[in-house]
């Protein structure tokens, strides 16, 4: 690969264009450079769903785009994003409402894009064992007596309301405002008849808990196990390794995985800044391919590499859990109750069905969440929410990055969306634990279907 | 002022007077009263560790902790054979591209790989000794000042007893904030994080000294002040050969106690910033919850203990060694 200056300047123009421009003509154009800046600090939470990170690192996919990446843990998702904005952090792992609530300007106001979604699926939802044991009598059973899932929270309800009766709040964790946890969880508990709460920027308030039923606050992930057994909360939504370890633990019950309440739904993103991007973008496609290689490794074969991936997982400086309660969920399946193990071939995706593509579509779908619960307080247009998505979902970069991995035959075509035919939007998507249809297309029609949330015109 | 590590000095003396009388006695105290008291503790360490039972399985034995020591000396031997092959690949990778591209100017650049255990104990070491000499360059002078003029003692007293008491952990977010906003240069020599709890450390262990200091100097025999005024000694050689040897060895009990300070301020600053070092190491060994967590956690307490310990001895070999005053300088 020989590197010719004038091409190195203008991949930037060149990408840009990418996106504009139709068809091949792009795709030999571009040779890509070297990269402007190599020595890079990426952050992360200590999450199972940070593996690609991990695994460019230890796989050399970094090195072999001549980037010397050193990944540090963070301690919460908010010192997280802080890190990126101020530049302490090149890039991280984000939730996948972090980069869109930052550039709509709801908590820290930054330009965050995203040209990479780092998996699908992998959370859960747990609650302790005496609200497990107040949620069994209303929970149908299988044949063999083991409880028929999916669970909706219509078991929870009653447990929930004799809380209220009693005059004691009914107390849940989530990891961050704008965290896929804190829209996961709300989406499973409206869809069983209980409130989560509206949220009022406009007015100040900024709690989640107005009209609520259940109370949500936040918990950093690692921490959420320490307080389920303290009992400060009665229940979480949290990525893994944190549901599994609340069952080798003994203190709590996973209940329902986000795959049950939206099937290969989006999770975690790669979060950079704008500037980044437009200062340095070979660096910024360079690092997309690395993370590329890193989830396709993931998916190889099967799963075949899972083995692998748990045990550099499990070293202290990654996630740092024990191997058998990491491998619980990333060797395709989950553990419920001690004793009660089901298969999840599905539970973490990393690169299979289009996980890694940026779709604008599922920029959206945290738009319509935000704006169900009042992050957004007031209407929004329908192009307002595609513009946005636009701005911080990058499938250009994407693109580019994937195209230059074809070209060198690091990976095939059809591993990757129809680049000349994509358009960021996916299919209708219908396997919802509620049975919505969620079109991406048509957010305000989407809002408007939720019989709890605000809907167009509704403002608190 | 006085400070409890004399009392607990002359509690010890009178002890060994006690039982000094024979040659063996001598030799129980020094040798087997100790071993039998870590043994002891060894035993209820083992027994009670058994009947501990935390979500994250039994509290780590003596047993499960030396395995631990174990396990970390291998990473860390292990990070280090990733290092040299880290630094290899980059040498090949560097003379490649400068075949390609000969204007690049390669460089070698540090190894990108996690601190291990035996590096966050440097790290911490290097902070803790930092903060401690930046303090001491401001409170020892501070101090001086402050002991030869009532009046500037007057005006610093309220500052200084507000300030003492207050927790590293209140000056930490203070800290971290203006170190952000000034320090803030694109590529940094030296890490922000590094800043942060060595000027945490600066802050808390700054009182201690400046009281010691003042107090000795204030407390100058009167007979040696006169010697000065018979003299007529310049002001500077009036610190230099009067005030400076008579307070010496308050000066090394304040900074004795500071540097005490000092170790135990930067572990709680290192796990709440986040800053490299042995405090983040018990952080991250917290969060991970693995079955070895406690374990790894309880390895690190005994190190920091001991380290705290030598720390101390070695102010105190200090101390003995510029003191004229020896009955100050005892354990």
Partial sequence: MRWKKPFGTLAGAAIFLSGLLSGTATAEAVELGYPEKEELTFGFIKLTDMAPIAIAYEKGFFEDEGLYVTIEAQANWKVLLDGVIDGRLDGAHMLAGQPIAATMGFGTQAEIITPFSMDLNGNGITVSNTIWEQMKPHIPKREDGLPARPIKADALKPVVEQYQAEGKPFNMGMVFPVSTHNYELRYWLAAGGIHPGFYAPHKGDI?????????????????????????????????????????????????????????????????????????????????????????????????????????????????????????????????????????????????????????????????????????????????????????????DIYEAAARSLITEGLAKAEQFPDFDAEDGFRAPQTHFIDGIVYNGREPNAYIDKFPIGLKSGEKL | MTSSTFNTGKIFNWRLQLTSRGQPLRLLNLLALPATGVLVFLLLWTVGARNIDTSLGKFPGPVAVWEQFGALYSEHQRSRDKEAAFYERQRERNARRLAEDPDYEAKIRDYTGKETFIDQIGTSLVTVMSGFLLAALIAIPLGIAIGLSPALNAACNPIIQVFKPVSPLAWLPLVTMVVSAVYATPDPIIAKSFINSMITVTLCCLWPMVINTAVGVASVDRDLLNVSKVLRLPALEHVRRIVLPASVPMIFTGMRLSLGVAWMVLIAAEMLAQNPGLGKFVWDEFQNGSSDSLARIMAAVVVIGFIGFLLDRSMLQLQRFFSWDKDTATH
């Fill in chain 1, 207 to 395: 709690s989640g808990q107005i009209d609520a039923d259940a109370l949500l606050s936040v918990t950093p992930p690692p921490q959420m196990p320490a307080t389920l057994e303290s009992g400060t909360i009665y229940g979480y939504c949290v990525g893994e390794p944190w549901n599994q370890q609340a069952v080798f633990k003994g203190i709590g019950v996973p209940v329902v995985t986000d795959y049950e309440i939206w099937k290969d739904n989006p999770e975690k993103v790669f979060g950079i800044t704008k500037k980044f991007a437009e200062q340095y973008p070979n660096t910024t496609i360079r690092l997309t391919r690395a993370l590329i290689r890193a989830a396709m490794w993931l998916d190889e074969n099967n799963n075949a590499n899972r083995p692998e991936a748990v045990k550099i997982l499990s070293q202290s400086h990654y996630v740092g859990a024990d191997r058998e309660v990491i491998a619980n969920s990333m060797t395709g399946t989950f553990e419920y109750e001690k004793g009660d193990k089901r298969p999840v071939p599905d539970f973490n995706v990393f690169f299979r069905y289009n996980a890694t593509y940026p779709y604008y579509s599922d920029a959206i779908w945290y738009l319509t969440q935000m704006r169900r619960w009042g992050q957004i307080p007031e209407d929004k247009s329908d192009e307002w929410y595609k513009n946005l998505a636009k701005r911080v979902y990058r499938p």
